[in-house]
C-alpha cells in the first residue's frame, strides 16, 4: 500500500504574493477521498502545513487512515527562501497485519542522515541538495514559479537516495471544493519505475498556490487508485 502515499501531492509553484522569495508559507489543510479502479473506498486522507517552533520552520503531515489501515508522512523543516531543509522525516504504516516505518533525522553538519526503522539502524551520507518526499514537493513549487516545466530532485527515504523527475503534460479544468479550476496536469516519475505501465499524476490548481486537487497512481494495469480533493481550507483564489 506504499503507492497510496504517492497519492499524496505535488505542491508545486506558487503565483499568490505570499509565496514571493523570502515571504512565509501560507498555511493550509485539505482532505481527500481515495478511490481504487474508480470505486469510493472508506480511505480518507488529510494534508496539513503549518508553522513549527522557531523561525522559518515548518511542519508538514499527509495521512491515509480507515479502519483498515493507517498511512503516515510527516516533515518537519526550514524554508530558508524557497530552499527547504530537512530536518527530521518519518513515514509509518500499519495496516493488513503489517507495520512498517522509518524515522530519519537529517545531520547536515556532517552531511548524514540517521535512519531508525523496524528493519535496523542506518548512518549514511547524503547529498547536499537532498530533500525528504513531502518538502522536495513544496521546493517544486519555486521551480515552476520561473516558468520551467520540468523538477529533478534526489530525496532520502529510509536509507534509500532516490531520484525523481516532475513534468507538466497537460492543462484541465475540473471541479473542487472552491468551483471549477483551471489545473497543470503533473507527471511524477522515478528511476525505479521501468514499467510503461506504472505512473504517478496530479492535477495542481495555480489559483490556490498550485494546491492538489486530484492525484492518479497507476500501479499496473487492472490496479489504480484515485485521491480527491474533498474539503479545503487555505489561500483561496484570486
Same mark, same amino acid.
Given at each position: 500500500?506504499?503507492?497510496?502515499?504517492?497519492?499524496?501531492?505535488?505542491?508545486?509553484?506558487?503565483?499568490?504574493?505570499?509565496?514571493?522569495?523570502?515571504?512565509?508559507?501560507?498555511?493550509?489543510?485539505?482532505?481527500?477521498?481515495?478511490?481504487?479502479?474508480?470505486?469510493?473506498?472508506?480511505?480518507?486522507?488529510?494534508?496539513?502545513?503549518?508553522?513549527?517552533?522557531?523561525?522559518?520552520?515548518? &511542519?508538514?503531515?499527509?495521512?491515509?487512515?480507515?479502519?483498515?489501515?493507517?498511512?503516515?508522512?510527516?516533515?518537519?523543516?526550514?524554508?530558508?527562501?524557497?530552499?527547504?531543509?530537512?530536518?527530521?522525516?518519518? @513515514?509509518?504504516?500499519?495496516?493488513?497485519?503489517? @507495520?512498517?516505518?522509518?524515522?530519519?533525522?537529517?545531520?547536515?553538519?556532517?552531511?548524514?542522515?540517521?535512519?531508525?526503522?523496524?528493519?535496523?539502524?542506518?548512518?549514511?551520507?547524503?547529498?547536499?541538495?537532498?530533500?525528504?518526499?513531502?518538502?522536495?514537493?513544496?521546493?517544486?513549487?519555486?521551480?515552476?514559479?520561473?516558468?520551467?516545466?520540468?523538477?529533478?530532485?534526489?530525496?532520502?527515504?529510509?536509507?534509500?537516495?532516490?531520484?525523481? &523527475?516532475?513534468?507538466?503534460?497537460?492543462?484541465?479544468?475540473?471541479?473542487?471544493?472552491?468551483?471549477?479550476?483551471?489545473?497543470?496536469?503533473?507527471?511524477?516519475?522515478?528511476?525505479?519505475?521501468?514499467?510503461?505501465?506504472?505512473?504517478?499524476?496530479?492535477?495542481?490548481?495555480?489559483?490556490?498556490?498550485?494546491?492538489?486537487?486530484?492525484?492518479? &497512481?497507476?500501479?499496473?494495469?487492472?490496479? &489504480?487508485?484515485?485521491?480527491?480533493?474533498?474539503?479545503?481550507?487555505?489561500?483561496?483564489?484570486?
Amino acid at each position: 500500500m506504499r503507492y497510496l502515499s504517492g497519492l499524496a501531492l505535488v505542491v508545486a509553484a506558487s503565483l499568490l504574493p505570499a509565496l514571493a522569495a523570502g515571504a512565509s508559507l501560507p498555511p493550509f489543510s485539505a482532505e481527500y477521498r481515495i478511490y481504487v479502479n474508480k470505486i469510493p473506498t472508506p480511505i480518507k486522507a488529510d494534508l496539513v502545513l503549518e508553522p513549527a517552533s522557531g523561525e522559518d520552520r515548518y &511542519h508538514m503531515r499527509f495521512e491515509a487512515h480507515s479502519w483498515l489501515l493507517n498511512n503516515r508522512e510527516e516533515s518537519w523543516f526550514r524554508w530558508n527562501d524557497c530552499a527547504p531543509r530537512t530536518e527530521r522525516y518519518t @513515514h509509518e504504516f500499519k495496516g493488513f497485519g503489517k @507495520h512498517r516505518y522509518h524515522d530519519t533525522d537529517f545531520n547536515w553538519e556532517q552531511g548524514r542522515a540517521v535512519s531508525e526503522s523496524d528493519s535496523g539502524d542506518e548512518s549514511f551520507p547524503i547529498p547536499d541538495q537532498a530533500l525528504d518526499e513531502l518538502s522536495m514537493l513544496l521546493r517544486a513549487r519555486c521551480v515552476f514559479a520561473t516558468g520551467d516545466k520540468e523538477y529533478s530532485a534526489t530525496s532520502v527515504y529510509g536509507d534509500d537516495i532516490r531520484e525523481h &523527475h516532475f513534468i507538466v503534460i497537460d492543462r484541465e479544468t475540473i471541479d473542487t471544493p472552491m468551483g471549477d479550476l483551471d489545473t497543470l496536469v503533473v507527471e511524477k516519475k522515478r528511476e525505479e519505475d521501468k514499467e510503461e505501465s506504472r505512473r504517478t499524476l496530479f492535477w495542481v490548481a495555480p489559483e490556490v498556490g498550485y494546491m492538489v486537487v486530484k492525484a492518479r &497512481h497507476i500501479e499496473s494495469a487492472l490496479l &489504480h487508485g484515485e485521491l480527491i480533493m474533498t474539503e479545503y481550507n487555505g489561500p483561496t483564489p484570486d
